[in-house]
């Protein structure tokens, strides 16, 4: 069916479009292409009482394996554009971390370097406040325009809320736009920044394997969650297709054939291991679409 010019399709596969590669599909999916496309849908979709969630490119997903009850927008066409402006770099929501990352290289612009291993967009990175090395979104956010079903309006980082890894954005709040203020840097420089922030990341981190990045946050305490999980002794645990990482605890990959009920069984393991040993209660990083929920400790 259509709503205006847009496709709407129904159960649509999710798993297509995380990058651990699981989950059920989307009652309802529609790649919407201007914020006038946006505003329809979601005009539309409170309509049926149905609600709106926007995916990026899936890299922090973990999607129930019975799919979601939602129309799930993807940003495509100038939602996903990225322009240079002076040293203000302007992208659509859609946009990839790495297009943003290569265009602000190409101006002679600095800043964004952080984002070079995050395999994200830059709506999905204003919605957790992506970060890595001492940077994140905050840092070069100056504003972003959200649309609603009651209205579409810019938001500065301060009324987005942004903190560690995550902002006051709920679903039915797309991210259409951002603007980014950068500073001028050499374009060699940023390349070697780049490059050594590459290398740091292949030393620790499992770079070749399905995952969804870094499953839970940095707890309060003298161990990162990562250390936690790997002094419980989870390093390679396997439930099902879905195992920790050999290389880096804080990760879960899809070893074949994994589900999001064998990635779930995993976090609920590690929370409960975390919290025997050192009485931690850990927080998950990673967005849970659908009825997904972690039991209480
Ligand atoms: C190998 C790997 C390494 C990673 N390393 C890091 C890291 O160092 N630091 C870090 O912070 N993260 C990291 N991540 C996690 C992930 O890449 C980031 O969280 C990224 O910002 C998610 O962006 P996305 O577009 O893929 O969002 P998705 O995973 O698609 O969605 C994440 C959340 O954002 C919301 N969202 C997405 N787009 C929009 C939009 N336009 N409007 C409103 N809401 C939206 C979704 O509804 C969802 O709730 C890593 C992931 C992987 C796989």
């Given at each position: 069916?259509?709503?205006?010019?847009?496709?709407?399709?129904?159960?649509?596969?999710?798993?297509?479009?995380?990058?651990?590669g699981t989950g059920g599909p989307a009652r309802a999916f529609a790649r919407p292409e201007s914020a006038a496309e946006v505003e329809e849908l979601l005009r539309w979709a409170a309509g049926h009482g149905l609600p709106v969630v926007t995916v990026g490119l899936g890299s922090n997903l973990l999607v129930a394996d019975e799919g979601v009850d939602a129309l799930v927008l993807r940003l495509a066409g100038e939602l996903a554009a990225v322009e240079v402006d002076g040293e203000v770099l302007r992208a659509g929501g859609g946009a990839a971390n790495a297009v943003c990352l290569?265009?602000?290289?190409?101006?002679?612009?600095g800043g964004f370097e952080f984002a070079c291993a995050i395999p994200g967009t830059i709506g999905g990175g204003v919605w957790?406040?992506?970060?890595?090395?001492?940077?994140?979104?905050?840092?070069?956010?100056?504003?972003?325009?959200?649309?609603?079903?009651?209205?579409?309006g810019w938001l500065t980082p301060a009324e987005l809320g942004l903190s560690y890894r995550r902002s006051n954005l709920r679903h039915g709040q797309v991210v259409l736009r951002a603007e980014l203020r950068l500073r001028p840097r050499p374009s060699e420089e940023i390349k070697a920044a780049v490059r050594e922030l590459n290398a740091r990341?292949?030393?620790?981190?499992?770079?070749?394997?399905?995952?969804f990045g870094s499953v839970f946050k940095n707890p309060?305490?003298?161990l990162s969650a990562g250390r936690m999980l790997e002094a419980c002794g989870l390093k390679g645990y396997r439930i099902?297709?879905?195992?920790?990482?050999?290389?880096?605890?804080?990760?879960?990959?899809?070893a074949g054939g994994a589900t999001t009920a064998d990635a779930l069984a995993l976090m609920v393991e590690a929370r409960r291991r975390a919290f025997e040993q050192?009485?931690?209660?850990?927080?998950?990083?990673?967005?849970?679409l659908g009825p997904l929920e972690l039991p209480p400790l």
């Open positions: 069916m259509k709503v205006g010019d847009v496709k709407v399709e129904r159960d649509v596969p999710l798993s297509r479009l995380t990058t651990l290569h265009r602000a290289r190409t101006a002679g612009l957790m406040n992506a970060g890595a090395y001492g940077g994140d979104f905050s840092q070069v956010l100056e504003r972003a325009l959200v649309a609603t079903a009651d209205g579409t990341r292949k030393a620790a981190q499992p770079t070749n394997r399905r995952t309060e305490h003298e099902g297709g879905a195992q920790i990482s050999p290389k880096h605890a804080n990760f879960i990959e899809n050192f009485g931690v209660e850990l927080r998950h990083e990673v967005e849970l």
